[in-house]
């Protein structure tokens, strides 16, 4: 198993994880507002914890989004073009994808030494808020590596199928 599929499985097995908590807590938090009557004020943290969580699977999908061409883009001209524009076009958006998203990933990471700096916590739950900004950080991190993988020819994003791992298993087999 190549690195590039033991991050693609770590990011869906995260990504499948922080939805399923959100879903049980959901739940439980509508059960408690319904059945529990006066426990549902120990309750109230589940809100901001699924909202914090919604962030994180946002963020965390952003690189796996990339790879699998989900990502929103017009490709009407970029397809029309002849094969040696299109290679350029395409290595060219892939590096300002890539220096853009370093450029978000340096941002986000002084935003969270900032943060954490002022030791501001999260109201119910208790936690540095500085925390909740390395969703944005990761996010950016993982899509920066994924347009550098794109630039520099180790995968394939523009004509990805949506079996991302198949891919990788076939450009393994020809290695």
């Known amino acids: 198993m190549t690195p590039l599929a033991i991050l693609r ?6 990504l499948v994880t922080v939805f399923l908590l959100m879903v049980v807590l959901f739940f439980l ?6 059945a529990g009557g006066s426990y549902a004020s120990d309750f109230a943290w589940i809100e901001e914890a699924v909202r914090l969580m919604n ?7 952003l690189g796996l989004a990339l790879e699998r061409g989900r990502h929103v883009g017009i490709d009407t001209l970029r397809n ?24 978000l990933t ?3 990471w ?7 700096g002022t030791g501001q916590r999260s109201p119910t739950l208790d936690i ?31 004509s990805a199928p949506d079996n991302v791992d198949d891919q990788a298993t076939a450009g393994e087999s020809h290695s």
Do not use: C, Q
């Open 9 to 14: 499985t770590a990011e869906r097995v995260f």
């Open 29 to 34: 938090n509508v059960v408690v507002r319904e």
């Open 55 to 61: 962030i994180f699977l946002v963020f965390g999908a």
């Open 80 to 103: 029309a073009l002849p094969t040696g524009a299109r290679r350029l076009v395409l290595k060219l958006i892939d590096l300002v994808g890539l220096v853009f998203a370093l450029y």
């Open 106 to 108: 340096v941002l986000a």
């Open 110 to 116: 002084r935003m969270v030494v900032f943060v954490l």
């Open 128 to 158: 540095p808020m500085g925390w909740i900004y390395v969703a944005p950080l990761g996010g950016f991190a993982l899509l920066a590596l994924r347009h550098g993988l794109s630039l520099f020819g180790i995968i394939d994003r523009f």
